[in-house]
């Protein structure tokens, strides 16, 4: 007897119960939080930079997925591959044998990463962080890894132990032995390097988290400092690979900079199957593996599936032929010039920043006094209400989504689909303008919601 099985049927049946059900079963917080802000929207279908809603309504995404989507929604070279090797009938995770797509994938990958020699494939960025922190310790025989301070590596444990923000860790200690220091501060770097017990250092080359890039200098002075201490350095290039800020890793924008390990996934997915990957040094892969009986000391039930190197290899095959990397600072740099024009015109745009098609755009105090006394009466019921008045009506009134860059920061980040385009350019800056110059009025219904923020974090203390 044959079963059936019809997703459309099903989905036709019960989508629209989509909040009921999330609400019962999984997290109860989330559906909340989207009631509460108005962000409870019914998305019917996706594709590149755009969602549709039942009415034919187009939305922009500002977001990507948080950066999974780097090609847009369903390519149609990725979902190709996806169909291919679902139709091929691999023999796949035998776990006892050498399947070709998994080499390939790495040669491929290996040859936009210069210095490194060998890949490790898992299923998400926190585990490629949680194989560079464990293949670090191991390499280096020390136990500490330095991090930066407002980091964010994951939530696993591991890569917990390694995040900058209380609100993630709180209430999950005890965690991993490691130290937070400033990004940017070398003395803070070598004053720990000095102990004799850090295996490495991880640090974003541009944060997500308020979008703060490197000082110029830095990664390459880390980089000799930890190495003169027999200590290396991991770029956790998960959001910021991979074309997202203009060159393929953010780490190669300053030239003598070589980090021993580089952990990727999201945009490497194509939106599809999850993928993560962590790139290291040949020396370090051997001493993890250096012997038969450590064949399989670290490893993941479904690392390296046949479906998701597909999607990798053509992931990266799109970017290569039509050419992602360099549309991304075209259309980066357009985006961003733009947004800097603004400063002069709005007082509560106080700067702009990022790189590529990853953007902070910042708010700070007003000089107004009417628009001063507003702004001050939001911080004191909770930092970052700003940034939240100005994403809500972004997607309410002009259908564009963003997200603020972090709890009680005044930062909106930009992480659209790397396939961004001039239009989608002229729509956000029409869009956001639009909310500044309702912002800048001094009433209306951008206030009216604040006033409404205020009440309930006020109610939250």
Known sequence: ??????????????????????????????????????????????????????????????????????????????????????????????????????????????????HLDRVFFGNSGTEAVETALKFARYATGRPRVLYCEHAFHGLTTGSLSVNGESGFRDGFAPLLPDTAVPLGDLDALARELRKGDVAALIVEPIQGKGVHEAPPGYLREAQELLHK?????????????????????????????????????????????????????????????????????????????????ACGLAVLSVMENEQIVAGVRTTGELLRSRLTELIDTYELLSDVRGRGLMIGIEFGKPSSLKLRSRWAM?????????????????????????QVSGDHLEVIKLIPPLVFGEADVDRFIEGFAAVMDDAHSGGGLMWDFGRTLIKQAVANR
């Open 1 to 114: 007897m044959t079963s059936e099985f019809d997703l459309g049927a099903l989905l036709a049946e019960r989508g629209a119960e989509r909040y009921e059900l999330h609400t019962r079963y999984l997290n109860p917080q989330l559906p909340r939080m989207l009631h509460t802000i108005g962000f409870d929207k019914v998305y019917e279908r996706a594709e590149g930079a755009h969602f549709f809603d039942a009415d034919g309504n187009d939305y922009l995404d500002m977001l990507a997925g948080f950066g999974v989507m780097g090609l847009g929604r369903h390519h149609p070279v990725v979902r190709k591959a996806l169909h291919d090797v679902v139709d091929l009938d691999l023999a796949d995770l035998t776990r006892f044998d050498c399947q070709p797509l998994p080499g390939l994938l790495a040669e491929r990958l290996l040859t936009h990463s210069p």
């Open 378 to 402: 939001l911080q004191a019921a909770r930092k970052g209400l700003f940034a939240q008045m100005v994403v809500v009506p972004l997607l309410q009134r002009h259908r564009i989504l963003t």
């Open 229 to 309: 201490h027999k200590a290396l350095l991991i770029a956790d290039e998960v959001q910021t690979g991979l074309g997202r800020t203009g060159d393929f890793y953010a780490y190669q924008h300053e030239d003598g900079v070589e980090p021993d390990l580089v952990c990727v996934a999201k945009a490497l997915s194509g939106g599809y199957v999850p993928v993560g990957a962590t790139l290291g040094k040949d020396w370090i892969f051997k001493k993890v593996y250096s012997s038969m009986d450590r064949v399989l000391v670290h490893s993941a039930s479904f690392g390296a599936n046949a479906q998701a190197m």
